[in-house]
């Protein structure tokens, strides 16, 4: 009966294979080959003399254990499935490990002998669950790549060099490189006219901080209504640089405030009192220029000089006052004369201001009676001394007569015609 048995026990053995799993032998091959590097070139056949060793080993373990127990009534049988089936936990334990980033240990694969009274199988293999954090070594192979020294290792490179690329574009919304508008110095209260043509949006602040954002390929007119530093930027990193704001400072002047008569005209003068590099004098019917200047105003009412300065920097300033004119401007004309009176200057009639003006004109004097022309001339010392040129005799005593001048070449702002009443007092 022994016999018997012994025999199955040995048709069993023979007929044994052990199952055969590519990766987990060259997982093996590869750590022993870290562990103790050999000079000569790696023979695959070795693997498979491995195994031969091994398989023989246990199979002599287990015939020496079945025939020193043949006296038992029922002999223990050697689980010799345990011994594949840790060769199996072992393959998935180093499978589980290259996932896991664990570094299983060495195992030896040679049978443990025991005594009669214990199976024989192979040692299990510790499985450390938990992730180990490795720190990784590289080294340089003959094409300078760098590289780790193992599979886990290369996996974590790859994953590390995701995800460094996703942080570095993190919150960038774009890799095009950033580019400002280029910006000269520019004026207070200037309008500024910017256009962006980045493909992300372009941010201004004022010196007080404010913010404004042109939108991508957008256009935006600023006020610019703070003087100072402002600056351009994309929002994120990219600063685009720069401009400055200028401040000019306001101008004054000063302005009579009677309404003088200057060669027979009415003239304001005014005069500026801040320097600047320019200086530019505007009224309704006027502009001038120069530091000093002087407007004329010929009707009654209400009037306004602005000042405009421009300074070294090129920019622009302005102020303006008000001017009030009492009366109408009438050649400075009397009202009255007296034909018969010794003072050449009140025995004729002759509206002063053509006596200063370098104008061309002509003075008519009709009779409100019929409409007929009394007088006429185009001289200023040719004035009319009271004689009806149509009959040569002297005006009656008390009696008005219409006058009337009309102008050859009239300042700005000046009617060409003036007319009035001159009452006759002998």
Request: include cysteine.
């Amino acid at each position: 009966m022994s016999h018997k048995l012994e025999n199955q026990f040995k048709e069993a053995l023979q007929q044994m294979e052990a199952p055969y799993n590519p990766k987990a032998w060259e997982s093996l091959q590869a750590r022993l080959d870290l562990a103790m590097p050999v000079a000569s070139p790696k023979n695959p056949f070795n693997i498979w003399k491995v195994s031969a060793v091994v398989i023989g080993v246990v199979g002599i373990s287990a015939s020496l254990y079945f025939l020193g127990t043949e006296d038992a009534a029922a002999p223990k049988v050697a689980n010799t499935s345990n011994v594949f089936n840790e060769n199996k936990t072992e393959t998935i334990s180093e499978k589980e490990n290259i996932e896991n980033n664990t570094s299983p240990a060495v195992v030896s694969h040679k049978p443990i002998l025991s005594d009669k009274n214990t199976s024989v199988s192979a040692p299990k293999v510790p499985v450390n669950t938990e992730k180990k954090a490795s720190t990784t070594t590289y080294t340089k192979t003959d094409d300078q790549t760098l590289q780790a020294t193992d599979l886990d290792e290369k996996i974590e490179v790859t994953e590390n060099i995701k995800e460094n690329t996703t942080k570095t574009n993190q919150g960038k919304p774009s890799a095009s490189p950033f580019v400002a508008p280029a910006i000269s110095k520019k004026c207070l209260n200037e309008d500024l006219k910017i256009q962006n043509e980045n493909a992300v949006g372009m941010v201004v602040t004022y010196p007080s901080g404010k913010k404004v954002t042109i939108g991508s390929k957008k256009q935006s007119v600023l006020k610019l209504n703070e003087s100072g530093t402002y600056s351009i930027s994309d929002g994120y990193f990219e600063n685009g640089g720069t401009f400055i704001v200028n401040a000019s400072q306001e101008p004054e002047f000063d302005m009579d405030l009677d309404n003088i008569y200057k060669n027979g005209v009415p003239s304001t003068i005014v005069k500026a009192t801040t320097l600047a590099q320019h200086y530019t004098w505007v009224s309704k019917t006027e502009t001038k220029s120069g530091k000093e200047t002087e407007f004329h105003f010929f009707k009654q009412g209400e009037f306004s000089i602005e000042l405009q300065t421009t300074d070294q920097n090129g920019c622009k300033n302005y102020t303006s006052k008000q001017v009030i004119v009492s009366k109408d401007y009438n050649l400075l004309a009397a009202d009255a004369f007296n034909p018969m009176h010794s003072d050449s200057r009140k025995n004729n009639f002759m509206p002063f201001a053509l006596t200063e003006r370098n104008t061309g004109f002509k003075l008519t004097i009709i009779d409100p009676k019929d409409a007929g022309v009394v007088y006429q001339t185009s001289d200023s010392n040719a004035g009319w001394d009271g004689i009806d040129t149509r009959t040569g005799k002297m005006a009656s005593n008390g009696s008005n007569y219409i006058w009337k001048v009309n102008l050859t070449n009239p300042m700005p702002g000046e009617n060409e015609s003036y007319k009035g009443v001159v009452f006759v007092a002998m």
